[in-house]
């Protein structure tokens, strides 16, 4: 069974500063690596994806993950943080038919 | 704006009822997907069709139904409503199966509140 983690429930961070948000995975096969941020009262919209191939993924809004397989890992990155970024983010594992399944997210506070 | 349509935004109803939450995809995916989002459970896959086939199944209830229209639209269908079906429906969609390289749009999402 496939399963994600994220073992940060919350994060604050000051303005400017860089953002690291960790997520581990349980997958039986290649898996397809996904992170999603939902602002309040929003859907979720989609930063970045891993499917194959370089292991250091450009996303859109400056954000960047690493798939670290011996480590089975996927976590977020951005070096400077902006007070747009407030929201939560959620790290998700595929299968090969786009079943999804999420981490419980991670709620990011930037304070001025 | 991802460009899929849920609709109602809100809907508020007692327990017992039923209730029919409506998604259209974007224009030419052919993959709609429903998800469950409450704060216990967290963001929970419920059922996929596929170009009007179910294609996959997740955590769905028996009283809970989807299906998918010719026109590719879908309904998610909750019947027997409880207190804790209160959450945030998701609909989302995708041009075709991730072997293509495709990613998943998500709608905003229906608010049901049971009381």
């Known amino acids: 069974a496939q399963s994600v983690t994220q073992p940060d429930i919350h994060i604050t961070v000051s303005e400017g500063a860089s953002l690291e948000l960790r997520c581990n995975y349980s997958y039986g096969a290649t898996p397809y690596l996904f992170w999603y941020v939902q602002s309040p009262g929003q859907g979720l919209q989609l930063l970045l994806k891993?499917?194959?191939?370089?292991?250091l993924v450009q996303g859109i809004k400056g954000f960047e993950a690493e798939f670290k397989r011996s480590q089975s890992s996927f976590n977020l990155r951005k070096p400077s943080v902006h007070w747009s970024d407030a929201a939560e983010y959620f790290c998700a594992v595929g299968s090969n038919d786009y079943k999804l399944s999420f981490g419980a997210g991670t709620t990011v506070t930037v304070r001025a | 704006d991802s460009g899929v349509t849920q609709t109602p935004k809100h809907l508020i109803t007692a327990t017992g009822q039923r209730v029919t939450l409506r998604c259209s995809p974007r224009?030419?995916?052919?993959?709609v997907y429903w998800y469950q989002q409450s704060l216990d459970q967290g963001l929970q896959f419920l059922i996929q069709y596929y170009n009007g086939e179910e294609r996959a199944k997740g955590n769905i209830l028996e009283r809970f139904s989807a299906q998918q229209f010719p026109d590719l639209h879908s309904e998610l269908n909750l019947s027997s409503l409880e207190l804790g079906d209160s959450a945030l429906y998701f609909c989302?969609?995708?041009?075709?199966?991730?072997?293509?390289?495709?990613?998943?749009?998500f709608g905003q999402g229906t608010r049901l509140t049971v009381v």
């Open positions: 989302a969609s995708s041009a075709g199966l991730s072997e293509a390289g495709t990613e998943a749009f």
């Open positions: 891993y499917f194959s191939g370089d292991t």
């Open positions: 224009s030419g995916d052919l993959s």
